[in-house]
Structure formats: structure tokens, C-alpha cells
């Protein structure tokens, strides 16, 4: 089963409606951030990436929003569905090629 | 999962016996990497490597040690398991060329030591 999950911030949202899940991050010399989404057993699950020369990236039904000044990014997810249902998790990367570093997530639960 | 592989996918072990996860991929790509995922504290780097034979510590490389003697496959090993050490362990992999930012994931491994 999932135990990942136990002790995360969750967001509850009504099916249909937008979820925007947040994520502040550590080091401002960051330069490539990347959204993951992790259902139950399973590997997290590429989503959106971003890189610090923009602020803003969309993709299918997600946009990836960037503000370098207070270091937050954030994730939307438009008209969300059950299968939507899952942890997030944000990641950083330093700088080249270093390893990224992961935020410890955020539940999303969709209500039916 | 972007051609990744792992092995066991579950092992139950005990406290004191040497435990050995495989990551094997097929992408050929240069960076492999393995982490650990807990309750509390996400994903947690514990070695990496950037190509055939070359590895680096990660956050939490204390009784792990690594091997990558070819491309495809990259090996944790827990010289004598404890307790502490239960937890679920991915492998990630990762390009090298232009634009090859995204690190893919394994399905994970669950091992349990008694």
C-alpha cells in the first residue's frame, strides 16, 4: 500500500474545479525545476518541467508557474479528475548535471 | 517507465544479511541514480553514478555502497542490512545530451528488514 503519502499536506478539490499545488524551494541559483506526480505503489511519474530562464510553461491541462524573487513554484492542474487523485512533488536541480532535490510533497485528493 | 527496470520488485530480509538491488535500463543513458523514499522525508538521493564505473555519495550514502561495470545496470548493495534501512528504494535515469534534463523513474523496490 501507499505509505509514502502518511503525514503530507493534502488538497481536497471537487472534481471539475483547478487545483494549484505549491512548492517553495531552497537554493536561488537553481536552474531547471520539474513537477512529479506519484500514485499508489508506483515510481513518481514525470509531469512538467521548467526552466529558470521562464516563468510560466503549459502543457496538457497543467501549467508550471515560477517566481524566481520569493523562490516558489507552483503547479495548476485544470478541471481536475479522479485520476488526478495522488501525491506531487516538486524538484530542483543546483546547477549542469547535479542530482535533483526533491520537495516531500503534497497529497491531492479529488472529490467525486 | 522509460525502460527501466527493477529487481527484486519486493524482499523481505533480515537484520545483518547482505542485500543487492539491480537497475537495469535500456536507454543507454550516462546517469543512473538510486534513492530512498520515506514517511516524512521524500525522496532522498543515496548514490548516483554519471557513466561506466564512476559514482558519488549522495544526502544519505551511509551503508550503501554501489557498482556500475556496464551502462545498463547499476547495483545497491546493503552490506548488512538494519532495520533502518526498510523502506522503498527507485531508480532514476537521466540523458546526457542537450536538453536530456528530466530524470525518469523506476517502479521501485519495497524491501523490508526484519
Known amino acids: 500500500g501507499e505509505s509514502v503519502g502518511l503525514h503530507l499536506p493534502t488538497l481536497s478539490v471537487q472534481e471539475g474545479d483547478n487545483s494549484i499545488i505549491n512548492c517553495a524551494y531552497s537554493?536561488?541559483?537553481?536552474?531547471?525545476f520539474i513537477w512529479y506526480k506519484q500514485e499508489s505503489g508506483k515510481g513518481p511519474q514525470f509531469i512538467i518541467d521548467?526552466?529558470?530562464?521562464?516563468d510560466k510553461r503549459q502543457g496538457q491541462r497543467v501549467t508550471v508557474l515560477l517566481n524566481k524573487t520569493v523562490k516558489h513554484l507552483s503547479l495548476q492542474i485544470a478541471a481536475t479528475q479522479p485520476g488526478d487523485s495522488a501525491v506531487y512533488f516538486c524538484?530542483?536541480?543546483?546547477?549542469?548535471?547535479?542530482?535533483?532535490?526533491f520537495g516531500k510533497g503534497t497529497r491531492l485528493s479529488v472529490i467525486a | 517507465d522509460a525502460g527501466i527496470t527493477q529487481s527484486p520488485r519486493h524482499k523481505v530480509t533480515e537484520t545483518g544479511t547482505p542485500v543487492t538491488l539491480r537497475c537495469h535500463q535500456t536507454?543507454?543513458?550516462?546517469?543512473m541514480y538510486w534513492y530512498r523514499q520515506d514517511p516524512g522525508h521524500g525522496l532522498r538521493l543515496i548514490h548516483y553514478?554519471?557513466?561506466?564505473?564512476?559514482?558519488d555519495k549522495g544526502e544519505v550514502s551511509d551503508g550503501y555502497s554501489v557498482s556500475r561495470s556496464k551502462t545498463e545496470d547499476f547495483l545497491l548493495t546493503l552490506e548488512s542490512a538494519t532495520s533502518s534501512q526498510t523502506s522503498v528504494y527507485f531508480c532514476?535515469?537521466?540523458?546526457?545530451?542537450?536538453?536530456?534534463?528530466?530524470?525518469?523513474f523506476g517502479p521501485g523496490t519495497r524491501l523490508t528488514v526484519l
Open positions: 524538484a530542483e536541480r543546483n546547477s549542469g548535471n547535479t542530482p535533483l532535490v
Open positions: 537554493n536561488s541559483a537553481s536552474d531547471y
Open positions: 521548467i526552466r529558470s530562464n521562464m
Open positions: 536507454e543507454n543513458h550516462r546517469y
Open positions: 553514478s554519471y557513466g561506466v564505473k564512476d559514482t
Open positions: 532514476a535515469i537521466k540523458g546526457s545530451g542537450l536538453g536530456s534534463d528530466t530524470q525518469y
